[in-house]
């Protein structure tokens, strides 16, 4: 493989990931004095939760992709099944997004078009 046919993933790294990485870095420096139950980080996660609510609610709704083909009413399904998994595993992420990943994949199996 030669320099050329790399180039892309420079770019990807020049342009994606470095210009990221700062912010992340600088945000690690400058909370390092913060209290974690100020009300100024809980408000911060309190508006990330709902900013990833509803990206991942657009996605659901507004599938794109091979996601598209799935039936709405099996995506809703899936989240509600995720959901109560979630807080049924004393609110553990790995196992609400596996239990919702495979009533999706269970669901599509069943009544995918």
Known sequence: MIL?????YFILVFVGFLPNEVWRWLGIV???G???NSEVLVWVRAVA???????????VVYSPGALAGVPLWVRLA?????MIAFFLARQSIFVGVGTGIG??????TLFGG
């Open 4 to 8: 050329h046919d790399l180039y892309p």
């Open 30 to 32: 400058l909370a390092r």
């Open 34 to 36: 913060i209290d974690e």
């Open 49 to 59: 939760t709902a900013v990833l609510t509803g990206v991942v609610a657009k996605i």
């Open 78 to 82: 899936a989240v509600g099944v995720g």
């Open 103 to 108: 009533a999706l994949v269970l669901g599509n």
